[in-house]
């Protein structure tokens, strides 16, 4: 829906902030705007220019958009390991454990192939026997829900988060294909990074500053959209007295109220 409606969007706007010259080229080229209509933000530009051009934000009014959870608050989240909410330890647990300790970014798991993660960007195959078309789906029935299970029939797909105590949480994709079932899995950093960690451009760090309208991050699988949202959100609580609210499916970073709730 917001791909379709993102012509119409960026058409009503008076005026485009990019964070970088990059940004703009790319949004001349794909959206046919008019140069004009785009202003780069130059380097040491301080949080006034949001103001003056009375342009995009990350939220309306006093409540900016973001979320403040609850410490613990899951989401919705399926939870695994030894000791999580009493469960049992669960076959599939010593694949997401791995890839926690291999500080794997991704997880990847299909029929006659071995479970494979992702280590700086290098597809690493773990030294075990091809996983089963019936291991695959006893595992992956294991941490799905009715309401997974549900749209993963309906759909063709299911996303959720998992979480194992003593590692942390993963954004979990389990999908049909070629009449089996595979899982893609994205591991979710808990420390919320700033702005300098991440090396953002100057542009960004104006967003939390903004009082009212849209700000879109966009980006292909893995660039750090969701990292960059969550430093974004981080010092709105950190520096703003407001109620954050986000919408997500599942919730990824959680966050301790700070100045904000």
């Known amino acids: 829906y917001l791909t379709l409606m993102m012509p119409r969007f960026l058409a009503r706007a008076d005026r485009i902030i990019a964070v970088s010259e990059a940004?703009?080229?790319?949004?001349?080229?794909?959206?046919?705007?008019?140069?004009?209509?785009?202003v780069v933000i130059p380097e040491g530009f301080g949080a006034g220019l949001a103001a003056g051009l009375g342009t995009a934000a990350?939220?309306?009014?006093?409540?900016?958009?973001?979320?403040?959870?609850?410490?613990?608050?899951?989401?919705?989240?399926?939870?695994?390991?030894?000791?999580?909410d009493g469960a049992a330890p669960r076959e599939i647990d010593k694949y997401f454990t791995a890839a926690w300790k291999l500080n794997a970014s991704d997880l990847h798991m299909k029929v006659a192939e071995p479970p494979v993660f992702r280590v700086k960007g290098n597809l690493v195959r773990a030294k075990a026997p091809p996983l089963s078309f019936d291991q695959i789906n006893n595992m992956f029935n294991e941490i799905m829900g009715a309401k997974e299970r549900r749209?993963?029939?309906?759909?063709?797909?299911?996303?959720?988060?998992?979480?194992?105590?003593?590692?942390?949480?993963?954004?979990?994709?389990?999908?049909?294909?070629?009449?089996?079932?595979?899982?893609?899995?994205?591991?979710?950093?808990?420390?919320?990074?700033?702005?300098?960690?991440?090396?953002?451009?100057?542009?960004v760090k104006i967003i939390p500053a903004y009082e009212n309208g849209l700000v879109l991050v966009c980006g292909?699988?893995?660039?750090?959209?969701?990292?960059?949202?969550?430093?974004?959100?981080?010092?709105?609580?950190?520096t703003e007295a407001c109620h954050i609210v986000t919408i997500e499916n599942p919730i990824e970073y959680l966050y301790t109220d700070a100045k904000a709730i």
């Open 58 to 84: 990350a939220g309306g009014g006093a409540e900016p958009a973001g979320v403040a959870q609850e410490p613990g608050h899951m989401g919705g989240t399926i939870r695994g390991g030894t000791g999580a």
């Open 151 to 203: 749209e993963l029939e309906e759909l063709g797909g299911a996303d959720f988060a998992y979480s194992i105590r003593g590692c942390g949480r993963f954004r979990v994709n389990v999908f049909r294909q070629r009449g089996a079932l595979s899982l893609a899995a994205r591991a979710v950093k808990t420390d919320i990074p700033t702005a300098e960690q991440l090396n953002l451009p100057p542009g």
């Open 220 to 238: 292909v699988t893995g660039a750090g959209k969701s990292t960059t949202l969550a430093a974004i959100i981080q010092v709105i609580n950190q």
């Open 23 to 38: 940004t703009r080229r790319d949004a001349l080229r794909f959206y046919r705007l008019k140069p004009e209509k785009i």
